[in-house]
């Protein structure tokens, strides 16, 4: 680090540490010079710790008017007199055991002119037993500092007076500053009742995190930052870190692990037992019961009865996907994980996972996991770690844990394993990842994917596991139709994924190929090419919808089944000319729907009589616009739908151009024809009480609008068949030179014959 | 039990009582009232079962899931029901208090001759935003259905079918116009094409083809309101257009499958019907989107069995749909 103040002090000459020096700094908006120790590096250190971790937390979250501050290692003031002087309101208590620092940190205090600082030349340790602390908690809460000195003897191990943990709560600070290596957890249990909105400083190791992580009093705001990995940790790796931002979520603090049980009686009561072997009181179980037919809730209730820590829900059976969705509305941690009832934990993992959540912040983590198999004597017994060759990167070390980061990239190219990870319920909820309901089988696998692309990367716990039970009955085994479920939920996350504008979909594209091939060798041969064809479709809308450097890992040959080529090429075939778009992954099929591919096929309906298409006379089409001339006329005569009077009359045609009427041929439903009117909308040739008329068309099923076309050599008939009574015949010229109905006999004999022009 | 009536919620704001209260006016009452929540976020839920509670009427029942579709917690209901007829009301529609009990008298009156019906389509009443209320948009069909089948109902196979069937094509799709019967669902497999809205369409299509006898009830039987309050889902003009085209996908490929894809008439019905939604939404999207919207319009229908282009050379004149589909059939398949 770089810093103006400190280049201006320093001896970079000198063999020996060199002797304290004024040191400028700039914290909390306040400038001011201290004296130091004269070690550059050890200046480096105050200054970067106080610019990089402690000046950032309280700016982001602001000091209230006034308090009490305790600050714990104070070193020689580089915290304690810029907050001084920045709040005062505040009364700060610095204590610092170091003889040197100490007397730095008097040195500094008087040089401020500051009147709101209180030092102590003490550390912070363990009361002696059958020490009376009230004279200590009375001095320290009438801030009389000589008086606390006098009551705080030299301990075994320390030269400095020690002033027991127990005793800080007298001071209600709302603030502390922890640099007390070793001394954190007791200092913070001894706080759990103090108001405290502010937590600092660092820790040197993970202290349990639900003395800060509780819903008060105080906002228990906290950044305790634990030592930096030498040499530097890898790029992306989590900074670990006690961390608590400002709680708006109204949640309860901890964890809720839902066990979604269907008919699991067998093994519950094990899965629960390890899930509740713990000391966390902020660690829930919400099994819940999706209409079990066995008695695995009973079992769970005389085994667990008296733990609070155990809540029984019971739904109508709807699957294990609205089981674990159920299990999350019922829920108000902060945390949640997802635990099948067949399975079993090492009792240590959920209790680190929360606390490694805790430390990084991250929205998902996770821990190992391994099959747990039958063995030869008829036993459960657990199988190799399955990613141990996968274990790559370096770790650093968590408590007695180890943690390492695996990219989202990696993590989701494998198969889904949601039930070893803690998530962020903020991060569920925000990005809208839930289990999709209908989906009855590999539910996991979208929930997998999107949370982990969107998690980027995934804190991940060596040496803890989950016990993943394999049986023999398992879904995933039956190489039934829940293979489809996979390709809609890879439809459903490609869609997301365009939507989201997620920046390289490859990890996306391998898993789905992953997925393909595993499903696929393990089909239903019946049901394999259904599955491929939809694979297939599925690609090429990916391959219209993305970018070509999206498959840069991933191309079409990775697909193992031979004849996924043959299908891709007929989609590209059907799609040729259309442009790129991703409106392609909108798009569906059948095969799709697990529900639609167990349907059976539809049964054979009784043939329905079929339309009268056929013997339609030359020259009749539908559309067609027609001039209907009377064929035996010896002057031209034509129809004519005289519209004022709503009159059909035979209009003579002397010149050109023709001016009677044009009608349009319609086919009606029964095979029947309407002739509409052209001039006229909606009124066609009907018959009425007063003959053939005009007719509006309100009721085209009405028979008397209908008229039958036969051919009669070149001419035509025009005929009402079946009509109402009264309304059967043929359209004729009558003598009297109007159009009429005729008998068949009369037609044929040229009355009713008719020439289409 | 005679009937059980499915209704989804989803974040219904102020009309969330209003098909609920319609119901429980009914003069008929053996029924049963699911309402499956569909992941509400604005306490929609929440006010749903406290108002159960405050009902204590045995005949409701409120489902609670997260966040699936429209179509996916009409299946979730589907699954549970237990009624021999099963029928449909969105949250802010209603039904007469009629309604029940006509459809009811409608099953009786077709069971005395045989099977009970597998599908009744009922007629209905719009309120426009204007406060205005008429019959519904398919009234000229069921004019059309009531002149060719006087007595009500009829089986696949009666020489009138050969038009009833495509004419109850046209009707509008929507899912508050059908009584199904329950045993008849779970026969063929029929239900809600998951994860997309515009989803009525296929459902309709699937149960038509599939029904041996059919029913008609001329009383209306539910009034939809177009609202301001709470806007219509499908009433979008953004992505979720593009759900018409995923289910007409859907509907086309299942038709394709049933025996009735071989009759002209029916199969031109079926495409008209499917694409006068697609011209609906494609004049209602997002302009951005249209260029998108007919390059995947265009794939569907590439993607379809080629006899989808083939039309009757002539067509009923009681269907102008048909011939406006044709050419937007035309129209589209050469997009891109």
């Known amino acids: 680090m770089s810093d103006v103040a400190e280049h201006a002090h320093s001896d970079p000459a000198a063999a020996a540490p060199p002797p304290p020096a004024p040191l400028s700094l700039r914290a909390f908006g306040q400038r001011l010079t201290l004296t130091a120790p004269g070690d550059p590096a050890r200046r480096r250190d105050v200054l970067r710790r106080l610019h990089q971790d402690i000046e950032p937390f309280l700016c982001a979250h602001p000091p209230a008017g006034q308090g009490v501050a305790l600050d714990i290692g104070a070193d020689f003031g580089a915290f304690a007199l810029p907050f001084a002087r920045s709040c005062p309101g505040w009364t700060v208590w610095c204590l610092e055991p170091d003889p040197e620092l100490f007397a730095l940190l008097r040195g500094n205090i008087a040089a401020s002119g500051l009147g709101n600082l209180q030092a102590l030349p003490l550390a912070v340790g363990e009361a002696a037993a059958g020490v009376d602390l009230a004279p200590l908690e009375a001095a320290l809460r009438a801030g009389d500092a000589a008086a606390v000195q006098a009551l705080c003897p030299p301990g075994a191990d320390s030269a400095a007076g020690v002033l027991p943990a127990a005793a800080l709560a007298a001071l209600a600070p709302r603030l502390v500053k922890l640099a007390a290596p070793g001394r954190e957890a007791a200092i913070l249990e001894a706080l759990r009742e103090a108001p405290l909105d502010l937590v600092l400083g660092g820790l040197a190791a993970p202290v349990p995190s639900r003395w800060v992580h509780r819903p008060g009093p105080g906002l228990r705001q906290a950044w305790l930052p634990l030592p930096e990995p030498t040499p530097e940790p890898p790029r992306g790796a989590p900074r670990l870190a006690l961390r608590r931002g400002r709680d708006l979520s109204g949640r309860r603090p901890g964890l809720d692990i839902v066990v979604a049980m269907y008919n699991s009686a067998a093994f519950v009561e094990e899965c629960v037992a390890s899930l509740l072997d713990n000391d966390m009181p902020d660690l829930r179980v919400r099994v819940v019961d999706d209409g079990s037919t066995d008695d695995g809730a009973a079992r769970l209730r005389a085994a667990f009865g008296p733990d609070a820590r155990l809540i029984l829900h019971h739904k109508r059976n709807g699957g294990c996907a609205s089981a674990r969705n159920h299990g999350r509305l019922m829920s108000d941690a902060t945390h949640i994980a997802f635990v099948d009832a067949d399975d079993r934990v090492d009792v240590a993992m959920f209790p680190q996972l929360l606390e490694l959540a805790r430390h990084t912040g991250a929205e998902v983590v996770q821990a190992g996991f391994a099959p747990l198999e039958r063995d030869a004597e008829g036993g459960w017994s657990l199988g190799p770690d399955p990613e141990a060759d996968m274990a790559t990167g370096p770790e650093a070390a968590f408590g007695a844990q180890t943690v390492r980061v695996v990219p989202a990239a990696v993590a989701m190219t494998g198969q889904p394993t949601i039930w070893r990870r803690v998530y962020r319920r903020d991060f569920l909820d925000h990005r809208a990842i839930w289990f999709p309901e209908h989906i009855r089988a590999f539910d996991d696998q979208i929930f997998q994917l999107l949370t982990l692309h969107h998690a980027v990367r995934i804190p991940t716990l060596g040496g803890l596991f989950y016990h993943y039970r394999q049986h023999p009955g398992q879904d995933i085994r039956q190489g039934d139709e829940r293979a489809f479920y996979s390709l809609e939920m890879f439809r459903l996350v490609l869609k997301r994924a365009l939507a989201e504008g997620w920046r390289d979909c490859a990890p996306l594209i391998r898993s789905f190929v992953n997925t393909v091939n595993w499903s696929h060798a393990g089909l239903r041969p019946d049901l394999q090419s259904a599955f491929l064809i939809g694979a297939a479709e599925l690609w090429v809308w990916m391959e219209k919808a993305l970018p070509g450097w999206h498959f840069r890992e991933t191309g079409e040959g990775a697909v193992a089944a031979l004849d996924f080529p043959y299908h891709t090429r007929r989609f590209r075939e059907a799609l040729e000319g259309l442009p790129a778009s991703t409106a392609l992954a909108h798009l569906d099929t059948r095969r799709m729907h697990v529900a639609m591919m167990r349907m059976p096929p539809p049964a054979p309906v009784p043939t329905p009589v079929p339309l009268p298409l056929q013997a339609v006379p030359d020259g009749v089409r539908d559309g067609a616009v027609i001039i209907l001339r009377a064929a035996a006329a010896e002057e031209p005569r034509y129809l004519d739908g005289d519209v004022p009077g709503q009159r059909v009359v035979l209009a003579p045609s002397t010149e050109p151009p023709f001016t009677g009427t044009r009608w349009t041929l319609r086919r009606g439903l029964d095979g029947g024809w309407l002739l509409l009117n052209q001039g006229v909308a909606e009124q066609c040739l009907a018959v009425g009480e007063g003959g053939v008329t005009l007719a509006p068309l309100t009721r085209p099923g009405e028979a008397a609008l209908r008229w039958q076309l036969r051919s009669e050599g070149e001419a035509l008939m025009l005929g009402l068949a079946g009509a109402a009574p009264g309304v059967a015949g043929w359209l004729c010229m009558r003598p009297d030179g109007m159009p009429g109905l005729c008998p068949e006999a009369e037609a044929r004999l040229g009355a009713g014959l008719w020439r289409l022009e | ?336």
């Open chain 2, 1 to 336: 039990m005679k009937l059980s009536c499915i209704t989804t919620t989803c974040n219904e704001g102020p009309t969330l009582f209003a098909g609920l209260e319609s119901v429980l006016g009914q003069s008929f009452g053996d029924f049963e009232y699911l309402i499956v929540d569909d992941g509400s976020t604005d306490g929609s839920a929440e006010r749903l079962e406290a108002r159960l509670a405050e009902l204590k009427d045995p005949r409701l029942r409120l489902i609670r899931q997260a966040n699936d579709g429209l179509s996916g917690a009409r299946n979730t209901a589907l699954a549970q029901v237990q009624g021999e007829h099963v029928v449909f009301l969105d949250a802010d529609d209603i039904r007469p208090h009629w309604a029940f009990a006509a459809i009811a008298e409608a099953i009786a009156a077709t069971t005395v001759t045989g099977a009970a019906p597998d599908l009744i389509l009922c007629r209905g009443v719009l309120v426009e935003a204007r406060d205005e209320a008429m019959p519904f948009y398919d009234a000229a069909a069921f004019r059309l259905i009531e002149g060719f089948c006087p007595e009500g109902w009829l089986d696949q196979g009666a020489p009138e079918a050969a038009f009833v069937w495509p004419l109850a094509q046209l009707i509008e799709p929507q899912s508050a116009n059908k009584v199904v019967r329950t045993a008849f669902l779970r026969a063929t497999g029929i239900g809600f094409p998951n994860t997309h809205f515009y989803e009525d369409i296929y459902f309709h299509t699937q149960v038509l083809a599939a029904a041996r006898r059919v029913g008609f009830v001329h009383d209306p039987c539910f009034a939809y309101f177009r609202r301001y309050l709470r806007p219509q889902i499908t009433g979008t003009s953004g992505a979720r257009r593009f759900d018409i085209l995923a289910v007409m996908r859907l509907t086309l490929e299942g038709f394709a499958l049933c025996p009735q894809f071989h009759d002209p008439l029916h199969r031109a019905a079926v495409l008209a019907s499917c694409l006068k939604l697609v011209r609906w939404c494609e004049e209602s999207v997002d302009h951005a989107l249209r260029r998108d919207f007919r390059i995947a319009a265009a794939a569907v229908l590439r993607m379809a069995d080629p006899l989808w282009g083939d039309f009757p050379a002539m067509l009923p004149v009681e269907m102008p749909e048909l011939g406006r589909a044709r050419d937007y059939f035309r129209d589209l398949k050469e997009a891109g």
